[in-house]
């Protein structure tokens, strides 16, 4: 009997340090971790608040390049705001989000939603790419057609994780904005008023709750697709120059993955090989 106890009780063991083992087995998201078979890319998202009268703004915008130079996992979005032709008009309820009870004094980024990118940006690149990585169970992939006046998106998302409470935000953007742009900054050769800047990545529309529109069905193994039809909003200057990106963000806003799209791009999920 005591032999029976002693072998039901190893077993028991060895049953939890293996359920342990499942639970806990999770892929390397570190920045400088090799790619594991099967997982998908992270990429970081960096929201940009941003005006072309913002004489500081360039500081940050500045950083955002030198952020694309150093990796191939960012995503970035200009959120224009002030007197600007690029001014995104329905701002507030972001805004109230990340600044509750203080004003919109620009600049302003957060990386990833919620975090902070620490002052001052351009020095603190690594700051952003740490929040990139090889490996996490949560991908993206965009399809869209731009035809006839109308736009057709789907956003696909694969789990290899099981989750809970969900959002997904998706914005229209559109590049070569060319306009002026203060600068009080050393950065872009301290010129002062930059003449026929290019403004990239600048939000005009925002496909869903800007804040997000949950999603269900989240569960390990399954893909969901979300399909967005609408007119090419009347602010688009040449439809030519729309793109896409579509982000997750978990029950705490801050974004797990994040894909930027040219229109009429068809993509697959970026799965490590």
């Given at each position: 009997m005591k032999n029976l106890l002693t072998l039901f009780t190893i077993t028991v063991l060895m049953m939890s340090c293996?359920?342990?083992?499942?639970?806990?087995?999770?892929?390397?998201?570190t920045v400088d971790a090799e790619p594991i078979s099967g997982y998908f890319k992270k990429r970081v998202l960096i929201e940009d608040y941003t005006g072309t009268w913002c004489?500081?703004?360039?500081?940050?915008?500045?950083?955002?390049?030198q952020v694309y130079e150093l990796s191939d996992k960012v995503v970035s979005v200009a959120i224009h705001n002030g007197n600007d032709p690029y001014s995104y008009a329905d701002i507030a309820p972001l805004k109230n989000l990340i600044l509750p009870n203080?004003?919109?004094?620009?600049?302003?980024?957060?990386?990833?939603?919620?975090?902070?990118?620490?002052?001052?940006?351009?020095?603190?690149?690594?700051e952003a790419i740490n929040l990139t990585s090889n490996n996490t169970t949560l991908g993206l992939a965009m399809n869209s057609t731009i035809e006839n006046g109308n736009l057709n998106l789907d956003v696909k998302i694969k789990f290899l994780d099981d989750y809970s409470n969900l959002k997904l935000?998706?914005?229209?953007?559109?590049?070569?904005?060319?306009?002026?742009?203060?600068?009080?900054?050393?950065?872009?050769d301290a010129v002062n008023p930059i003449l026929d800047y290019e403004h990239?990545?600048?939000?005009?529309?925002?496909?869903t709750n800007i804040l997000g529109d949950e999603i269900t069905g989240t569960t390990n193994g399954s893909t969901i697709t979300k399909n967005f039809s609408i007119p090419i909003p009347s602010i688009i200057e040449n439809s030519e120059n729309i793109s896409f990106v579509a982000f997750v963000v978990d029950e705490n806003n801050n974004a797990i993955n994040?894909?930027?799209?040219?229109?009429?791009?068809?993509q697959s999920f970026e799965i490590n090989p």
């Open positions: 293996a359920d342990t083992v499942v639970i806990e087995n999770r892929p390397d998201q004489g500081n703004c360039t500081r940050v915008s500045y950083a955002i390049d203080s004003p919109l004094a620009l600049p302003v980024s957060r990386l990833n939603r919620m975090t902070v990118w620490t002052f001052p940006e351009p020095t603190n690149t690594q935000v998706v914005y229209l953007l559109e590049n070569n904005l060319i306009y002026y742009q203060r600068n009080y900054t050393n950065y872009y990239n990545h600048v939000l005009r529309n925002s496909l994040v894909r930027a799209s040219l229109a009429n791009e068809n």
